[in-house]
């Protein structure tokens, strides 16, 4: 699939995915505490998704032998992505992301967040805003011009300055018409490498950061990523445009 340059149009539907891709981060970030319900995260993002009159972008995906069942992917401490909602009770200390995707109009959105879940260690504060910092230092490189490598290389640098390491099995990626495009976006990588930005791309770009090594593996349920040495991992994401100066954002949130 050749990557696509979106239209003025299309940006504009776009937008509108995006904003309640950010609306419904904000909803379920009032509703993240100790004692709530991962399954019930999920209904009243779907419900509130659905309410915009658009659809959950997650909920079916993938396989159809092991669709994903559900509208949020929610991964806690040690699970990058793709988390299953369900009985888990989310405990003071933990730290949980928030993954969602919504279409409208034939668009997609896509966007991720991590929060705290009460009073969190200072690592796990860190590991927070170290990757929310990664994520910004990435935008700042979607600019017409530069390369897909110059994206990877200023999350990694920040990501690993820190001391914590950036997931490899796993990238961002095209956003549009379909939830993932090309090109693929890595959050590690050389400067001046790899395809050639341009003004009207649509990108999601998500760094996924571990406190420890980067090494992940898939869960028994064959959708969840977990950290291979068990410790946190948080995750950030925006959908962008590509301009001329800087990347418009797509789905600002918080």
């Known amino acids: 699939m050749a990557i696509t340059i979106k239209s003025v149009d299309e940006i504009v539907l776009m937008r509108e995915s995006g904003k309640i891709v950010s609306e419904v981060i904000k909803l379920i970030g009032t ?11 999920d209904r009243i993002a ?14 079916g995906y993938g396989d159809p032998r092991n669709p994903f069942p559900a509208t949020l992917c ?15 009770v989310l405990k003071e200390g933990e730290i949980v992301s928030i993954d969602v995707g919504v279409k ?3 668009f997609f959105g896509d966007g991720a967040f991590t929060f705290p879940v009460g009073e969190i260690s200072f690592e796990k504060k860190k590991l927070i805003d170290v990757t929310r910092e990664s994520l910004r230092k ?20 920040c990501v690993e ?4 390491s950036v997931v490899r099995d796993l990238v961002g990626h095209g956003v549009g018409r ?29 760094p996924m950061v571990n406190a420890g090594k980067f090494q992940v593996h898939t869960a028994s349920d064959l959708w969840t990523i977990v950290t291979s040495d068990g410790k946190p ?14 990347a418009e954002i797509l789905n600002p949130f918080l």
Request: net charge negative.
């Open 74 to 88: 929610i991964s806690v401490d040690s699970e990058v992505v793709h988390g299953i909602p369900g009985s888990r």
């Open 31 to 41: 509703y993240i505490t100790p004692g709530a319900v991962t399954k019930e995260l």
């Open 178 to 206: 379909e939830l993932h495009e090309e090109p693929q976006v890595p959050n590690y990588g050389k400067p001046n490498k790899g395809a050639i930005l341009k003004e009207g791309m649509t990108l999601a770009i998500e």
């Open 161 to 164: 300055s820190a001391g914590f």
């Open 104 to 106: 409208k109009n034939g």
């Open 46 to 59: 779907e419900e509130f998704i659905r309410s915009c009159n658009a659809e959950p972008a997650f909920k």
């Open 138 to 157: 990435g935008i700042e490189k979607a600019v017409e011009g530069n390369r897909i490598g110059d994206i990877g290389h200023a999350v990694q640098r």
């Open 233 to 246: 991992s948080a995750h950030f994401e925006h959908s962008v445009v590509v301009r001329k100066d800087k």
